[in-house]
């Protein structure tokens, strides 16, 4: 058998279940997988004592270009993301210029093709002023789906009013991101954000995200759109998803599940701020309990830097939003170890759940057939987050001085080695992220 990249020996968790295989690579593509004793292979990796996962997708980044290049831009996003074991990102619209027009995202893509060392796609944002458009943007090469801001966003991204958003469901097919934060309630509560950071999840109360998302569910199943919502801090959003699960999935983030107030704002202060915010044990616990029971349907990262002097500004003057793709993994990894999920849980919520959600063309799957992208994980390895291991351009993490056991030593994108052993091996060549609808 003749191969690009051969993979053997490696504790490989697939569809088949986890159990000691090998996987050959050529043109891009898996050609077989298990126990391959003739390979003629370009390229081997001894993976013994390793486990190698289907590449993890990271659905919600915000990598700051255009317009924002000095908290992060899509060559230092995406460095980071294969540093942390991540092999595909979807990247947000609130940059700037906004990303509302098919010559805003085809400028993307063109970066993207330029810089990236994943793969990557990006999100049309949805606006008054190119609702009518909507339909055929979301068709464009490169286009992951469609994000709706409910809440305190950038310019025209705010959609905050139950018509504008029927309207925008009414528009198009595909599934659209919801960030869930009630804005008349924000705007009514916004005296309260003040003196200290303590205040923010006062603030932006369970209310703000359980309003926003009750009005976004009931306007979905109106109108027969899917929808996935977004970083969901509470547990009473989670027993209201569960009533939804035929037109909504859910995402959950890393620091929603790991980090819990008041503890990380005395802590961390404003470089736990985040939206929706951090909220009490009682929450996180829920969380879990959702992810436990099924309702979570996928991670992601929310990653999205401020510099340390933009974060050190007196609160409410300090912007919310924290790094995150680079410890995704990492961390979900040590909840695993912890035995709070297993590894074939930890692989739907980053690998399969990313593709059925979005219908992604051959990825999230280590199958015959399917793209060559593996995450190649120590799970017997403990290490400590540093802040000199972030390749993120922002240069910190919530999570330094954490130690976790499990962690990434090899990223493989379409059966091209990216990260091995902390080394970012080069040049990049991310391309556009391919999806069934979009063929």
């Not at 050529?26 to 996962?53: M, P, Q, Y």
């Not at 049309?124 to 409910?150: H, Q, T, Y």
Request: proline residues 5%.
């Amino acid at each position: 058998m003749q191969a690009d990249l051969y993979v053997k020996n490696g504790t490989v968790v697939s569809h088949r279940g986890t159990m000691v295989a090998d996987i050959a690579i050529k043109d891009e593509k898996i050609i077989a997988i298990g126990n391959l004793s003739n390979v003629d292979a370009k390229e081997v990796i001894d993976a013994t004592g390793l486990h190698v996962l289907p590449g993890v997708i990271d659905t919600q980044v915000h990598f700051r270009e255009p317009g924002l290049e000095y908290k992060e831009d899509l060559a230092t996003g995406t460095a980071a993301a294969a540093q942390g074991g991540v092999t595909a990102i979807f990247e947000m619209p609130n940059t700037n210029p906004l990303t509302l027009t098919a010559a805003d995202m085809a400028d993307k893509v063109r970066r993207g093709r330029a810089k990236a060392w994943t793969d990557f796609a990006f999100f049309i944002g949805a606006a008054a002023e190119n609702v009518s458009e909507l339909a055929m943007l979301e068709r464009e090469e490169g286009v992951s789906g469609v994000k709706l801001f409910m809440g305190s966003s950038t310019g025209s991204l705010l959609v905050d009013n139950d018509a504008d958003i029927r309207r925008v469901f009414k528009a198009g097919s595909r599934r659209v991101a919801i960030h869930a934060e009630d804005e008349p309630r924000l705007i009514e509560r916004r005296h309260l954000a003040k003196d200290t950071v303590l205040n923010h999840p006062i603030w932006r109360d369970e209310e703000v995200a359980y309003k926003a998302t009750q009005r976004v569910l009931a306007i979905a199943r109106e109108t027969g759109r899917r929808i996935h919502v977004l970083h969901i801090t509470t547990k009473q959003e989670m027993e209201l998803l569960a009533q939804y699960k035929d037109i909504a999935t859910v995402e959950a983030t890393p620091q929603h599940l790991t980090l819990s107030a008041p503890e990380c704002y005395e802590e961390l202060g404003s470089f736990a701020q985040m939206n929706p915010p951090i909220r009490g044990e009682e929450h996180r616990l829920g969380l879990w309990q959702a992810l436990r029971d099924g309702v979570v349907d996928v991670i992601g990262s929310d990653h999205a830097p401020h510099t340390r002097e933009e974060k050190e500004r007196p609160y409410p003057e300090s912007p919310s939003g924290m790094p995150g793709v680079q410890t995704l993994l990492p961390l979900m990894l040590d909840h695993c170890n912890k035995g709070e999920l297993s590894l074939e849980h930890v692989v739907d919520l980053t690998s399969a759940g990313p593709a059925r959600i979005y219908g992604i063309a051959g990825k999230g799957r280590i199958g015959v057939g399917f793209d060559g992208d593996l995450t190649i994980v120590d799970m017997n390895r403990s290490q400590e987050i540093t802040e000199d291991w972030i390749e993120s351009k922002c240069g910190w993490t919530p999570f330094a001085g954490k130690t976790v056991k499990g962690w990434p030593v090899g990223t493989i994108i379409r059966g091209r080695q990216v990260m091995r052993d902390g080394e970012l091996i080069g040049p990049s060549a991310g391309q556009p992220v391919k999806f069934q609808e979009c063929l």
